[in-house]
T-cell receptor, first 115, second 111 residues
Framework: SQQGEEDPQALSIQEGENATMNCSYK?????LQWYRQNSGRGLVHLIL?????REKHSGRLRVTLDTSKKSSSLLITASRAADTASYFC???????????????FGKGTKLSVIP | ETGVTQSPTHLIKTRGQQVTLRCSSQ?????VSWYQQALGQGPQFIFQ???????GRGNFPPRFSGLQFPNYSSELNVNALELDDSALYLC??????????FGPGTRLTVL
């Protein structure tokens, strides 16, 4: 089942504008991650924010996390045509055994940046 | 550093057949996770392997099974294929950090 819900489902903006995508989730998390996917290909990791962090920056990306509201937002500033892709938030929960985290993805936001 | 690779890229099968998908993890990574992504949806967690043992499973029936080998590469096997199994299958490898590195995926079509 999908835990994260991205909003909006689709977003179309002009090059140079900022794009904001939101994500809501339901259960407690260890961290929340944002991924990008171009045309049904593999996912590219963008940024990770831990449950005890409120804001994080990476280049033109800014992520916020509000654990009390179980929500996160991804802001892409000064968008470019190359930013056109689907963006997914994924909540991470540690598996009971050793190893890595289990990611639960939302349905994604399809971003179109018009040159 | 070699990234995550998957084979084959595309595959067409008929209902009832069996399929094996392969994934080579990134160098130094001992954990592989598999995800199914239906068209227009986000990826859904199938299962994870850590040091050759299954370490967490999503809501998928037993006809979805897997293996991890001593070199940490992995296979996903699906028996008795159904039309709804048509999807992009993604594997991701990870090491000691939280980030998972995804392969390009295998597009499976079941006719």
């Amino acid at each position: 089942s999908q835990q994260g819900e991205e909003d909006p489902q689709a977003l179309s903006i002009q090059e140079g504008e900022n794009a904001t995508m939101n994500c809501s989730y339901k259960t407690s998390i260890n961290n929340l991650q944002w991924y990008r996917q171009n045309s049904g290909r593999g996912l590219v990791h963008l940024i990770l924010i831990r449950s005890n962090e409120r804001e994080k920056h990476s280049g033109r990306l800014r992520v916020t996390l509000d654990t009390s509201k179980k929500s996160s937002s991804l802001l892409i500033t000064a968008s470019r045509a190359a930013d056109t892709a689907s963006y997914f938030c994924a909540t991470a929960r540690k598996n009971s055994g050793a190893g890595s985290y289990q990611l639960t993805f939302g349905k994604g936001t399809k971003l179109s940046v018009i040159p | 550093e070699t990234g995550v690779t998957q084979s084959p890229t595309h595959l067409i099968k008929t209902r009832g057949q069996q399929v094996t998908l392969r994934c080579s993890s990134q160098s130094g990574h001992n954990t592989v996770s598999w995800y199914q992504q239906a068209l227009g949806q986000g990826p859904q967690f199938i299962f994870q392997y850590y040091r050759e043992e299954e370490n967490g499973r999503g809501n998928f029936p037993p006809r979805f099974s897997g293996l991890q080998f001593p070199n940490y590469s992995s296979e996903l096997n699906v028996n008795a294929l159904e039309l709804d199994d048509s999807a992009l299958y993604l594997c991701a490898s990870s090491g000691t950090v939280n980030e998972q590195f995804f392969g390009p995926g295998t597009r499976l079509t079941v006719l």
